[in-house]
T-cell receptor, first 113, second 109 residues
Framework: EAAVTQSPRNKVTVTGGNVTLSCRQT?????MYWYRQDTGHGLRLIHY???????QIGDVPDGYKATRTTQEDFFLLLELASPSQTSLYFC????????????FGPGTRLTVL | GQQVQQSPASLVLQEGENAELQCNFS?????MQWFYQRPGGSLVSLFY???GTKHSGRLTSTTVIKERRSSLHISSSQTTDSGTYLC???????????FGTGTRLQVLP
């Protein structure tokens, strides 16, 4: 059974739209991460969290909010989506910060028209 | 500058040939993780390798901290090896993971 799941797997929205991406992990890990992947940039860290109620800013946070409601659940919010946020989004978990060994979800492909 | 340099950017092989993928890094590390990204986008963790050499089937990962490099060797390549290979540096300086931009591998029959 997959330890990190994401939903939805695909999403299309329009500019200005409101989008929530969901991630759940059953690894009992403290740390969870949101990344985006774009051609030529590899994966870039948006936000991360080390526990319920905690949020840390990553390297490319502009235009994104995130919330960690429980140890298992981490959400990424795009409140006014823009075409520049069209990307492949990954959620990951790890036992320690600095990454440790990272366990990834299957990804969510988001298109903003 | 970029903390992780991955090379080559792309590679085309004939089935049966070997491949050597490199990651060079400019910061101190806790570990290096190698991933295979399927054409559909999902990531498969291949190795989590702080130092030394690890083997898994036809794959070998070697991390040499003093030389600030990590390599992934694929022996006897198969068409199903085609995809993108990513390295990820677990940095002790920033406590973050930094990804390389990947090597796109195509193995021809």
């Amino acid at each position: 059974e997959a330890a990190v799941t994401q939903s939805p797997r695909n999403k299309v929205t329009v500019t200005g739209g409101n989008v929530t991406l969901s991630c759940r992990q059953t690894n009992s890990h403290n740390y969870m991460y949101w990344y985006r992947q774009d051609t030529g940039h590899g994966l870039r860290l948006i936000h991360y969290s080390y526990g319920a109620g905690n949020l840390q800013i990553g390297d490319v946070p502009d235009g994104y909010k995130a919330t960690r409601t429980t140890q298992e659940d981490f959400f990424l919010l795009l409140e006014l989506a823009s075409p520049s946020q069209t990307s492949l989004y990954f959620c990951a978990s790890s036992d320690v910060t600095g990454g440790g060994e990272q366990y990834f979800g299957p990804g969510t492909r988001l298109t903003v028209l | 500058g970029q903390q992780v340099q991955q090379s080559p950017a792309s590679l085309v092989l004939q089935e049966g040939e070997n491949a050597e993928l490199q990651c060079n890094f400019s910061t101190s590390l806790n570990s290096m993780q190698w991933f295979y990204q399927r054409p559909g986008g999902s990531l498969v963790s291949l190795f989590y390798n702080p130092s030394g050499t690890k083997h898994s089937g036809r794959l070998t990962s070697t991390t040499v901290i003093k030389e600030r490099r990590s390599s992934l060797h694929i022996s006897s390549s198969q068409t199903t090896d085609s995809g993108t290979y990513l390295c990820a540096l677990d940095s002790s300086n920033t406590n973050k993971v930094v990804f390389g931009t990947g090597t796109r591998l195509q193995v021809l029959p």
